[in-house]
């Protein structure tokens, strides 16, 4: 299980670094890609269409994501780790909530969720820039912003599909719950 | 009965020690933000300036596999471009011949006031265009000196200082405010003076540009140093589009910045500039 845990610190380190770096230079419109909110949500989400229990495994998700997205950033350590804990909460109790058909990880589940936990993201940061930085807010819905979230759809639907073929993360096989 | 409430107890309990924990861990955290981050870009810097290296030669591959007609027409417009600067300097060499000795003073009193050290830009943070570069406190880098690269193209000052790296607020930012002058073709004219916003995403418009002033498409915008953190005669970039209405007291425009993050791979930050107060009128 520790190999696991392993695995998610170097997964999201190289990510970072990726994204910050090499991808920097694939901008459009000035948006690149989140990778490690990707690959954040995307575990997240193949692990509650397992089991809609708030794990140990999550708040690890949440909080070493979360610390590499505050350690390639300039805020605070903990505004990332807050935010990605809320979206994984959201995550589980909208799939404890949603009708289970047949098919246990349907795209018309993951991309609405995942749009609205990308506009969760911006609106939150945007807040925390303004109270903790004293930055004035914003958060603007215009048209770099809709580009922004298709580009960053577009490759959380690519590894969506690569999950779902090769059955990759489909949850802990022992739950340790952490809540009831 | 007893066991279901037993049970909450136990799960409460479980979330309060939770929360504690999360909470004083981000706390020692937060208190050495500074040393971490520090080390940590220090560890990183060697894979990421190999990775932001990669990242250029890559993206300028692409652009030019999907690009290649775009790149004809530039290069007609660059070529049209240049037969029309050549044409501007051979009427403007006059006024220059008399103005020589006076511009070699003002320039060597400029260099005069800067101190420059070469930094390396590593990663670009795209939420809120800033890019972290490899030099700190260490090297004498201190809070808003302006970051420039070999053409004197401004791209932003600095926003947070380590002991080793460094992180720039690029002129796109959205809480970026930059005084410019207007480049007139007449040197005999009173300057137009603007404010270059960032408005995020790596753009910027240029705002507060009194109505009555003739700016028109191609005009060169530079740093005017009134606000005192960069020195004046910075490119910053050019105005695409104008933006006039009868209804708003100020015009507006549309601006290619001057700085691309594809071509960062050098800057410098001026260490030691020396604000220059305007001569009074």
């Known amino acids: 299980m520790w190999i696991k845990f392993l695995f998610f610190i170097i997964f999201f380190y190289f990510l970072g670094v990726v994204q910050n770096s090499f991808f920097a230079h694939f901008n459009i419109l000035g948006i690149t890609p989140n990778f490690i909110l990707i690959f954040f949500f995307l575990f997240t989400f193949f692990a509650a269409s397992k089991n809609a229990i708030f794990s140990w495994q999550d708040l690890f998700l949440s909080i070493t994501a979360g610390l590499f997205l ?54 939150f940061l945007s807040l925390s820039s303004y109270f903790f930085e004293g930055l004035h807010f914003s958060f603007n819905f215009n048209w770099a912003y809709f580009v922004g979230i298709i580009y960053n759809l577009a490759f959380a639907v690519l590894f969506f599909y690569i999950f779902k073929k090769n059955k990759l993360f489909s949850g802990p096989s022992r739950q340790l719950k952490l809540l009831p | 009965m007893d066991i279901p409430l037993n049970k909450q107890k136990i799960a409460l309990s479980k979330i309060l020690i939770g929360v504690v924990v999360l909470f004083l861990f981000l706390l020692v955290l937060n208190l050495f933000q500074k040393q971490i981050k ?58 220059a011949r008399e103005n020589q000795a006076i511009k070699e003073a003002t320039a060597n009193n400029q260099d005069k006031n800067f101190k420059l050290v070469l930094v390396e830009s590593m990663g670009l943070d795209t939420n809120n265009d800033i890019i972290s570069i490899n030099k700190g406190s260490a090297d004498g880098i201190s809070l808003n000196m302006a970051v420039i690269n070999s053409q004197n193209v401004l791209f932003g000052k600095i926003f947070k200082v380590y002991k080793n790296f460094s992180e720039v607020i690029l002129i796109s930012n959205e809480n970026s405010v930059l005084d410019v002058k207007i480049q007139q073709d007449d040197p005999a004219k009173a300057p137009i003076h603007g404010v270059i916003k960032g408005k995020g995403n790596l753009g910027v418009y240029l705002d507060l540009v009194p109505t009555d002033s003739e700016i028109k498409s191609g005009d060169i915008l530079i740093t005017s140093a009134l606000e005192g953190i960069f020195p004046k005669d910075l490119l910053v970039g050019k105005i695409i589009l104008k933006n006039k209405s009868d209804l708003k007291p100020f015009q507006t425009a549309e601006i290619e910045p001057f700085y691309n993050i594809k071509n960062t791979d050098k800057l410098f930050v001026i260490l030691d500039y020396k604000k220059e107060i305007p001569a009074a009128k």
Do not use: C
Not at chain 2, 51 to 78: H, M, P, R
């Open chain 2, 38 to 95: 520090n080390y940590f870009y220090l560890l990183s810097s060697p894979i990421e300036k190999k990775l932001w290296s990669a990242g250029v030669d890559s993206s300028v591959f692409f652009t030019s596999l999907f690009n290649s007609n775009g790149i004809a027409q530039e290069n007609e417009n660059l070529k049209s471009e240049n037969q029309e600067l050549l044409d501007k300097i051979s009427s403007l060499q006059d006024a």
């Open chain 1, 70 to 123: 505050d350690m390639f950033s300039y805020d605070y350590f903990g505004v990332h780790i807050i935010l990605l804990l809320i979206i994984s909460f959201f995550v589980k109790k909208s799939f404890s909530l949603l009708r289970e058909g047949q098919e246990r990880q349907p795209i018309a589940y993951f991309v609405p969720l995942f749009i609205l936990s990308l506009i969760f993201y911006s609106l």
